[in-house]
């Protein structure tokens, strides 16, 4: 389902469609993940611009493939708390998974992008 999402707005957006098909790579080479940041489209194995991949992500979005969560990550880059979908649901302290506090202001907030519906791939 998610493929054949991906190859319609491919058609509909051409500029974009590499930016699509590597999105759509991942996922099919991660099937327990289920949520991406925009980084790893950034990096030297991919050729696309900063602003294409902004606006495919936005693209996803709107066409509520994706949608934004956000992560609490600590200063090790591990994943703490759960995810959130909105900023203002996250408290200023929050709960690691060990049952300790962590001040929001010691931890990154780190928007990630999920599939929309967990059925979809």
């Known amino acids: 389902m998610l493929e054949g999402k991906l ?3 491919a058609k509909e957006y051409p500029e974009y469609s590499k930016i699509f098909e590597a999105i759509l790579d991942w996922f099919e080479r991660h099937p327990n993940q289920r949520a991406i940041t925009m980084d790893y489209f950034y990096s030297d194995k991919y050729s696309f611009s ?3 991949i902004n606006i495919t992500f936005m693209i996803l979005k709107e066409h509520s493939i994706l949608k934004t969560v956000y992560r ?3 200063e090790d880059g591990s994943k703490i708390s759960h995810d959130f979908l909105n900023l203002k649901d996250i408290p200023t302290q929050v709960d690691t ?6 001040d ?3 931890v ?3 928007p990630f992008y999920a599939l929309e519906k967990q059925n979809d791939f």
């Open 7 to 9: 190859q319609n707005l």
């Open 50 to 52: 900063i602003p294409d």
């Open 72 to 74: 609490v990550i600590d």
């Open 97 to 102: 998974m060990w049952g300790n506090k962590k």
């Open 104 to 106: 929001i202001e010691d």
């Open 108 to 110: 990154d907030v780190i």
